[in-house]
């Protein structure tokens, strides 16, 4: 009985020593084979469900996934570099730089795996043509995300944005024909201004947890040649951690692409 006390109070000390940031390891007194559990940040849809897809391909490498959900694109990051995550899987390269800039973080990309093309949407009008003089259209309030939208409206013929701006901004628009006025709104709520506005410009994720689908719902769509590919991110010196690598390993497997393709018909693309 006391030994059995003993083993259950080790494991629990191991569990509070192993901490969430350098993956936990737990060795069990019944001989069973030692567990590493890695803490990966996601936002609902699709990061979390495409790592559950995963969880299996990780545990016959011995590893355990914990996925821990976020509907914000702040604290993922936060909790990251304060060692309470292994990873995050939510961004893309352009909004991680710009957070690293903005908060001193030391956030590197270890892997990309899918693209999510972002959409207009509009409960108003069936196509940009439609867009009257003095319209109202929705956009994300974030720098990478909020340039991302204005893009999509530039191509689309809608405004020009100054040249050789990297991160451009409602400030950065040159020429605007119809004199349309834009509100910078938190990306998680902008599904919530569609009866508000005429249009808004949405992260995929977002549009996905609110019953959009890109293909079928957007009245434009971004080029599948976007830059902004979703990746798999962790704390600057954990690159090359083995059990890192095998979690890159199975988001890059062909079972996980075949299962984003399935599951959103070209909606999300592979990107690996």
């Known amino acids: 009985m006391f030994k059995a006390i003993v083993g259950i109070f080790g494991a629990i000390i191991a569990l509070v020593l192993g901490g969430c940031g350098d993956d936990m390891k737990v060795a069990l007194d019944d001989g069973t084979k030692e567990k590493t559990i890695l803490v990966v940040g996601a936002t609902p849809e699709p990061h979390a469900v495409i790592l559950e897809q995963i969880i299996p391909l990780l545990q016959e490498d011995g590893i355990s996934l914990e996925i821990k959900e976020f509907t914000d694109y702040v604290t993922p990051n936060l909790s990251l570099q304060d060692g309470s995550l292994d990873a995050n899987f939510f961004q893309h390269e352009p909004y991680l730089n710009t957070f690293n800039k903005e908060k001193g973080t030391a956030l590197v990309n270890v892997a990309g795996v899918h693209l999510e093309p972002m959409g207009v949407y509009s409960n108003k009008i069936k196509s940009l043509k439609e867009l009257k003089n003095n319209d109202l259209i929705s956009i994300p309030n974030d720098p990478s995300n909020g340039a991302r939208a204005l893009r999509i409206l530039e ?13 451009a901004s409602v400030q950065d628009i040159v020429e605007n024909p119809k004199n349309l006025s834009f509100k910078e709104i938190d990306a998680p709520q902008l599904t919530r201004t569609l009866d508000d506005v005429s249009a808004s410009i949405i992260n995929t994720n977002f549009a996905l947890l609110a019953g959009l689908n890109p293909l079928n719902d957007a009245i ?7 830059p902004y590919v979703n990746i798999l991110v962790v704390k600057q ?25 399935q599951k ?8 690996f």
């Open 237 to 261: 010196g954990r690159e090359n951690d083995e059990n890192i690598q095998k979690l890159i390993g199975a988001l890059q497997s062909p079972s996980v692409k075949d299962f984003i393709m």
């Open 264 to 271: 959103y018909g070209g909606g999300i693309l592979p990107a």
């Open 155 to 167: 191509k689309e013929g809608i405004i020009t944005l100054k040249k050789d701006v990297e991160l």
């Open 220 to 226: 434009a769509i971004e080029s599948k040649d976007s």
